[in-house]
Structure formats: structure tokens, C-alpha cells
Nanobody
């Protein structure tokens, strides 16, 4: 059974960078579509980025496009989210999610497996 663990969050100043990691165990993440989501206090969980299972096509939310890059490391069974030029409004708990499907999606209901989340705080 697939399990996901996020890491790499922390406190960073505006304009800084973080790389979030999503480590998988129990199954081969290469065969799953993977999404990154975030949830700020008092707000709904929203999609940030996702990557397809086979062709590695990607999607980015408009509010992060150009600042965020999702990538796979199949040798290490991981997916990463590189975040640059971070803004205070990027502050949230970030979650990775996976679904045994060829195509990723930007909606919470498309994913059955979730990690526990990692906190990202952007503040001076």
C-alpha cells in the first residue's frame, strides 16, 4: 500500500526558495499521477501542481506558474516541488497526493493517497 511522506518545509524570507520532497513507500510512485496541494489557515485545500504518470506532462496553478517546478526522481521513488520567489501568500501546509492513474488532476477528490503535510512559512 502506497504511503507518502513530505519534507522540506520551513521558514523562508520573501523571495527565497524551498524544495519540497514527497517520498513514497509501499509502491512504485512512477506508476502514479502525483499532485501537490496546499492549505492555508481558514482556506480550502487547493491544487498547486501535478505531474502525469507516464508522459510526465505537468500542470501549475496560475498563482504559482513560473515560480514552481514539479519533477520526478524515479530511481529514488520521489517527487519534488521546487519553489522559488516565494511570497507571504504561499504560506500554507503543503501536501503531496497520488493516484493510480495516467493523468493527474488539480482537484482533491481525484486522489486517494495523501501525505501528512509539511509547513511552509514565508515571512520576513
Amino acid at each position: 500500500q502506497l504511503q507518502l511522506v513530505e519534507s522540506g518545509g520551513g521558514l523562508v524570507q520573501p523571495g527565497g526558495s524551498l524544495r519540497l520532497s514527497c517520498a513514497a513507500s509501499g509502491a512504485t510512485l512512477e506508476y502514479y499521477a502525483v499532485g501537490w496541494f496546499r492549505q492555508a489557515p481558514g482556506k480550502e485545500r487547493e491544487g498547486v501542481s501535478c505531474i502525469n504518470e507516464s508522459d510526465n506532462m505537468t500542470w501549475y496553478a496560475d498563482n504559482v506558474k513560473g515560480r514552481v517546478t514539479i519533477s520526478r526522481d524515479n530511481a529514488n521513488n520521489m517527487v519534488y516541488l521546487q519553489m522559488d520567489s516565494l511570497k507571504p501568500e504561499d504560506t500554507a501546509v503543503y501536501y503531496c497526493a497520488a493516484e493510480f492513474s495516467p493523468f493527474c488532476a488539480d482537484v482533491v477528490r481525484a486522489y486517494n493517497t495523501w501525505g501528512q503535510g509539511t509547513q511552509v512559512t514565508v515571512s520576513s
